[in-house]
């Protein structure tokens, strides 16, 4: 077993790229309007809202415990590319490192989510953050939902 990894999925989305961009490089203070259940806060830690390298702190459940995690946010506006990665919380006590990156792509009307969950175990018997990439995927989709159902 190996201490390192990479779990990759591919969402399709009915918003537009641009629009799916914006929510969730700039705007992920509406997060938990989208997904109420996951997503309970969003707190800017250091920087704003806006900023690449802003530091957030999000409560959230997962496999039904509140956890929390604090990361910096890094954009790519030409790959649109959104990248979350760890710097504190319930995650860092499994994992040594975890960065989650969304990549959307434009898709005719739509657009394509690929997600990628890289990590690193601080043991071996820890299992890869296969709860932690569904999390990620159900509060895409739920971003998404709600980008749908509000008027542009």
Same mark, same amino acid.
């Given at each position: 077993? =190996?201490?390192?990894?990479?779990? $990759?999925?591919?969402? $399709?989305?009915?918003?537009?790229?641009?629009?799916y &961009?914006?929510?969730?490089?700039?705007?992920?203070?509406?997060?938990?309007?989208?997904?109420?259940d996951?997503?309970?806060a969003? $707190?800017?830690?250091?920087?704003d809202?806006e900023?690449?390298?802003?530091v957030?702190?999000? =409560?959230?459940?997962?496999?039904g415990?509140?956890?929390?995690?604090k990361?910096?946010? $890094?954009?790519?506006?030409?790959?649109?590319?959104?990248?979350?990665?760890?710097?504190?919380?319930?995650?860092?006590?499994?994992?040594?490192?975890?960065?989650?990156?969304?990549?959307?792509?434009?898709?005719?009307e739509?657009?394509?989510?690929?997600?990628?969950?890289? &990590?690193?175990?601080?043991?071996?018997?820890?299992?890869?953050?296969?709860?932690?990439?569904?999390c990620?995927?159900s509060?895409?989709?739920d971003?998404?939902?709600?980008?749908?159902?509000?008027?542009?």
């Open positions: 077993m =190996t201490l390192a990894g990479t779990l $990759e999925t591919e969402l $399709e989305l009915k918003s537009p790229a641009d629009k &961009f914006k929510r969730i490089s700039s705007e992920l203070h509406h997060a938990p309007n989208a997904s109420p996951k997503v309970h969003i $707190e800017v830690h250091e920087g809202w900023t690449p390298g802003s957030k702190l999000w =409560t959230y459940t997962l496999n415990k509140k956890e929390v995690i990361d910096k946010i $890094e954009v790519d506006e030409a790959k649109k590319s959104v990248t979350l990665v760890a710097v504190d919380g319930h995650v860092m006590e499994k994992y040594k490192s975890y960065k989650v990156t969304l990549h959307i792509v434009p898709k005719g739509a657009s394509v989510a690929k997600i990628t969950l890289n &990590f690193e175990k601080h043991h071996e018997s820890h299992d890869d953050p296969k709860d932690y990439l569904q990620v995927i509060v895409a989709k971003i998404d939902e709600h980008l749908g159902s509000q008027a542009d």
